[in-house]
């Protein structure tokens, strides 16, 4: 289930940002932000060392995110507004639905807009989505010294467990009522 408009927010630094449904067309975007994301950054967020992708494979990872069917999953892409330029893409958040109840997260947002309140905002909209949906509980995987996102998770206030194994804790989400 998706929110059919546009949603808007206003950064920390007061950058005008509007998100929309994730779509098919999606890919170059998705293309751009993992662009825009620090080989530290794409270690935080994928788990393993991508500092010189295969671009091919880069570009068929962003096509099957995009492309994949509503009803399995749900997402929004966030694009800066600037005054007589081209949008910016900056972050996208979705989720992927497992069974019934259950669905994985996952979130990037490009470095230099990291800090702004965009992927706590991003994540909470796919939530919402994901809740409309029917899905009770969200799980990922983040490392353990991923503050970002510990900080995310307690802003958004929903109670969640983490599981340490070794670099990396797996996550519940409890987001049903």
């Given at each position: 289930m998706?929110?059919q ?5 206003v950064t920390?630094?007061g950058?005008q940002?509007?998100?929309r449904p994730l ?6 975007y ?12 794409r270690y935080r ?10 671009p091919k494979q880069?570009?068929e990872?962003?096509?099957k995110?995009?492309q994949?069917?509503s009803e399995?999953?749900?997402g ?6 600037r005054?007589?330029?081209p ?6 958040a ?6 019934e ?5 996952a979130?990037?947002i490009?470095d230099d ?13 796919a939530?919402d989505?994901a809740?409309?949906a029917?899905?009770?509980?969200l799980v ?9 996102i ?14 340490p194994?070794g670099?990396i804790?797996?996550i519940e989400?409890?987001?049903g009522?």
């Open positions: 998706m929110h408009k546009t949603m808007q927010m920390k630094t950058k940002i509007t998100a779509t098919a067309y999606d890919a170059p998705l293309v751009d932000i993992f662009e825009h994301m620090s080989a530290e950054s967020r994928f788990q393993q060392s991508l500092e010189n992708p295969n880069v570009w990872e962003a096509e995110i995009a994949m069917e399995q999953q749900g929004f892409m966030a694009f800066w507004q005054t007589f330029l949008d910016v893409p900056v972050g996208a979705r989720y992927v639905r497992l069974d109840n259950t669905a994985e997260m979130m990037s490009r807009m990291q800090g702004e309140g965009i992927g706590t905002w991003l994540l909470g909209l939530i989505d809740r409309a029917g899905v009770r509980q990922g995987s983040a490392l353990n010294d991923n503050d970002a510990w900080r995310v998770l307690d802003k958004l206030g929903y109670p969640y467990r983490r599981k194994d670099l804790s797996e989400v409890d987001i009522e």
